[in-house]
T-cell receptor, first 112, second 116 residues
Framework: SQQGEEDPQALSIQEGENATMNCSYKTSINNLQWYRQNSGRGLVHLILIRSNEREKHSGRLRVTLDTSKKSSSLLITASRAADTASYFCATGLTGTASKLTFGTGTRLQVTL | NAGVMQNPRHLVRRRGQEARLRCSPMKGHSHVYWYRQLPEEGLKFMVYLQKENIIDESGMPKERFSAEFPKEGPSILRIQQVVRGDSAAYFC??????????????FGPGTRLLVL
């Protein structure tokens, strides 16, 4: 089954509001990453958080990681219309220095 | 510094034909990964290669699919005798010579394959 599950599947907010997306996973990980994908485009790496970290910030992004609950959240503050995209979490598993396992994504719509 | 490059961006094939997808990693990157994305789904890992070596092909279908990353030139994902179910976006990613715990992968724009 899918390693990462994002919640919610879709989210619609107004510009200026905050958007929170959650990701759960099932096995031990080395790191967890968040990517953005605009419709019909490739993936853009947003942020990586290591398994020994609990929180990380990058601009308007805030990521938390709770390894005891096997979950992560991505918070986008003061959202903009340009943030409209699909957001995926991806896990790098313990023992594999290679492949990423992606969740099914959250489709974020930011309206004016 | 150019990013990961993939070509073609769009590819249309009829059932039974072969599809060849190319990926040039970022400069200085010698690790390449291929992922497949079906409509409305996340990316699924297919194969991980280093120069002239397949490291992990656990996500590759057993038949019709093959991948290579020669000493010179781009990585190639080859799909023989394509079927409609192969229609998807295929993404290539690359990472630096010594992947560490960071393991950040940089993605190309993808090749969208449509099988008629």
């Amino acid at each position: 089954s899918q390693q990462g599950e994002e919640d919610p599947q879709a989210l619609s907010i107004q510009e200026g509001e905050n958007a929170t997306m959650n990701c759960s996973y099932k096995t031990s990980i080395n790191n967890l990453q968040w990517y953005r994908q605009n419709s019909g485009r490739g993936l853009v790496h947003l942020i990586l958080i290591r398994s020994n970290e609990r929180e990380k910030h990058s601009g308007r992004l805030r990521v938390t990681l709770d390894t005891s609950k096997k979950s992560s959240s991505l918070l986008i503050t003061a959202s903009r219309a340009a943030d409209t995209a699909s957001y995926f979490c991806a896990t790098g598993l313990t023992g594999t220095a290679s492949k990423l396992t992606f969740g099914t994504g959250t489709r974020l719509q930011v309206t004016l | 510094n150019a990013g990961v490059m993939q070509n073609p961006r769009h590819l249309v094939r009829r059932r039974g034909q072969e599809a060849r997808l190319r990926c040039s990693p970022m400069k200085g990157h010698s690790h390449v990964y291929w992922y497949r994305q079906l409509p409305e789904e996340g990316l699924k890992f297919m194969v991980y290669l280093q120069k002239e070596n397949i490291i992990d092909e656990s996500g590759m279908p057993k038949e019709r699919f093959s991948a290579e990353f020669p000493k010179e030139g781009p990585s190639i994902l080859r799909i023989q005798q394509v079927v409609r179910g192969d229609s998807a976006a295929y993404f290539c990613a690359s990472s630096p010579r010594r992947p560490a715990r960071r393991n950040t992968q940089y993605f190309g724009p993808g090749t969208r394959l449509l099988v008629l």
